[in-house]
């Protein structure tokens, strides 16, 4: 069965500082998805990892993907209060092919302090 | 991209009833999963819907408790049934397209939720 485990659970950030946030999966799976969700809403997407070694960033955020280490990591670059959120990892249990049948990990609650 | 819309987006039950929660999704998608939100917790699968077969259920999760219908490849329903307290959730479907502003990447894609409280 495949387990998806994140960490930390809750963060706690000051503005401008740095953090990752980690995503560790128990089977092979060669598709990644990082999520954000807020307070009532939906999930956003935010990046989807497709390879080994990939690594894909947008404005503050990066995330990476270490399949031989079943690791993904999703790194915080000098926080501002908007990045504020809950944030999931998600692993596509069809391995060759994308299913979107996707098992969540247990999220990430991410709160920025000014 | 995926555009997908369901509804209700939120509503309030008495114990005992059943809702059916729709999905509409603006393009013709093979397969349409749902997936329930316990309040502070992660995402749970409940079943993939495929259209013209039964759905397949995860571990924990039974078709009378969520019967699921798929008419086309553009609509899917969850009901919940004779609810509890318990089922007191977020419910979302979702689909896989290709993400138009990352090189068509396929991606899954996420309705906006309905939001269930059972009293």
């Known amino acids: 069965e495949l387990k998806v485990e994140q960490n930390p659970l809750f963060l706690s950030m000051q503005e401008g500082k740095n953090y990752t946030i980690y995503c560790n999966y128990s089977t092979t799976s060669d598709r990644l998805y990082w999520y954000r969700q807020d307070p009532g809403k939906s999930l956003e997407s935010l990046f989807v990892?497709?390879?080994?070694?990939a690594v894909k960033q947008e404005g503050r955020l990066m995330a990476s993907l270490d399949t031989k280490a079943r690791l993904s990591t999703l790194h915080i670059t000098a926080a501002v209060h908007d990045l504020s959120a809950t944030y999931f990892c998600?692993?596509?249990?069809?391995?060759?092919?994308?299913?979107?049948?996707?098992?969540f990990g247990t999220g990430t609650l991410l709160a920025v302090q000014p | 991209s995926a555009v997908i819309s369901q509804k209700p987006s939120r509503d309030i039950c008495q114990r005992g009833t059943s809702l059916t929660i729709q999905c509409q999704v603006d393009s013709q998608v093979t397969m349409m999963f749902w997936y329930r939100q316990q309040p502070g917790q992660s995402l749970t699968l409940i079943a993939t819907?495929?259209?013209?077969?039964?759905?397949?259920?995860e571990s924990g999760f039974v078709i009378d408790k969520f019967p699921i219908s798929r008419p086309n490849l553009t609509f899917s329903t969850l009901t919940v049934s004779n609810m509890s307290p318990e089922d007191s959730s977020i419910y979302l479907c979702?689909?896989?397209?290709?993400?138009?502003?990352?090189?068509?990447?396929?991606?899954?894609?996420f309705g906006q939720g309905t939001r269930l409280t059972v009293v």
């Open positions: 998600a692993v596509d249990v069809t391995y060759g092919g994308a299913t979107n049948k996707l098992i």
């Open positions: 979702s689909v896989g397209a290709p993400r138009r502003d990352r090189g068509g990447i396929w991606a899954a894609f």
């Open positions: 990892l497709l390879s080994n070694g």
């Open positions: 819907a495929n259209q013209g077969s039964e759905a397949t259920y």
